[in-house]
């Protein structure tokens, strides 16, 4: 029987991006997987709905914008809901190519791990992120494996493949914003495996990512702080 | 009686009516206005009771009377702040999950967006 898989592309204001990830999307032809594809709109003000439309996707379309983690937690919402056995959060911005998923898939296969990381960072290749970027993935690999013990080289990736058992989890909690270091840290005290894989990043092909220079302070400060709460917090 | 207290006993007064009116009109939740009923009750004290101050002010070993009154007052102040930084949060969690239990509606429904 193959295994229900579910795409969950977050978008907010991506409609420079969106037709190529969907476009490279149909071309995906992965054996052993029943794949369906869900746009989350994040409240959209430009035309991301109607390109949606004309491709054959499912649609989650939030009334009001919750920021990437309400995004895809709506998404592995959706897919505790159905019943889906994998799901893979691809952002729609352009940066995780389609033709990279197989390698998180067949991580999986040969780990069984809970949570599949695509990673930029073990083999060095294709998009590498700015210097002061690098600084700050740098500084929550350390964070990381002080919380956790666990080396994680890639925790700002977004890149990742969940199983049944972390979508259930996620389903429960899922921070808000910025929410890619501080879940590792809430995955790995429920217990979870986590694996990385190499995998090749392009840079973004339209619209602004949510974190840009003046916000950066903001960010590492409101991770660090929600990855030690994290850390303390008991798994509900 | 000294005017200064029939000024702040009539202030407090009002006070109190523009509360009740509130939320009559239910512009106010009730668990939201005890904390000021009970801070009017305070200011309409101390109007009556015009050694009070001082009195307090020994009792608690604070030499200057209106030292005791704004250290008390910033206080309130600040909890009462964090009270609502918490009621922001509560709220921020309660809209976080309606927008995606409206979100997985509409896709049950018409498969996506109403449009």
């Known amino acids: 029987m193959p295994l229900k898989l579910l795409i969950i592309i977050p978008c907010y204001n991506e409609q420079a991006s969106l037709p190529n990830v969907l476009a490279a999307l149909n071309e995906l032809d992965l054996p052993g997987y029943d794949i369906t594809q869900l746009v989350v709109n994040d409240c959209s003000t430009d035309n991301t709905v109607s390109i949606a439309h004309k491709y054959n996707v499912k649609l989650l379309d939030l009334p009001v914008n919750l920021g990437i983690g309400g995004a895809v937690q709506s998404g592995l919402l959706y897919a505790f809901a159905n019943n889906f056995d994998l799901a893979v959060q691809m952002d729609g911005d352009g940066q995780h190519p389609p033709a990279e998923l197989a390698k998180l898939l067949s991580c999986r296969e040969v780990t069984q791990a809970n949570l599949v990381i695509g990673s930029r960072f073990i083999e060095r290749q294709g998009f590498q992120s700015s210097f002061t970027r690098r600084l700050g993935i740098g500084y929550f690999y350390r964070l990381n494996q002080f919380f956790t013990g666990k080396r994680i080289f890639d925790s700002t990736s977004g890149y990742r493949l969940f199983d049944r058992k972390a979508i259930a989890l996620a389903a429960t909690y899922y921070p808000d914003d910025y929410p890619e270091p501080e879940s590792l840290v809430y995955f790995a005290k429920a217990g979870l495996g986590v694996h990385e894989t190499p995998v090749v990043m392009t840079v973004r092909a339209g619209g602004k990512s949510s974190i840009r220079n003046f916000t950066s302070l903001y960010y590492c400060i409101k991770v660090t702080i929600a990855m030690f709460f994290s850390a303390i917090r008991k798994i509900q | ?115």
């Open chain 2, 1 to 115: 009686m000294a005017r200064i207290q029939i000024i702040t006993i009539i202030i407090s007064l009002l006070f109190v009516l523009y509360i009740a009116r509130l939320i009559v009109k239910g512009k106010l939740r009730e668990e939201y206005s005890i904390v000021w009923c009970v801070c009017t009750l305070i200011l309409v004290v101390f109007s009556f009771w015009r050694g009070g101050l001082e009195v307090m002010s020994r009792l608690f070993g604070v030499y200057e009377a209106p030292n005791l009154v704004f250290t008390a007052c910033i206080f309130a102040i600040l909890v009462y702040l964090l009270h609502l930084s918490v009621v922001a949060s509560k709220l921020h969690k309660q809209n976080k999950q309606m927008a995606q239990d409206i979100a997985l509606l509409k896709e049950k429904i018409y498969g996506g967006s109403s449009n």
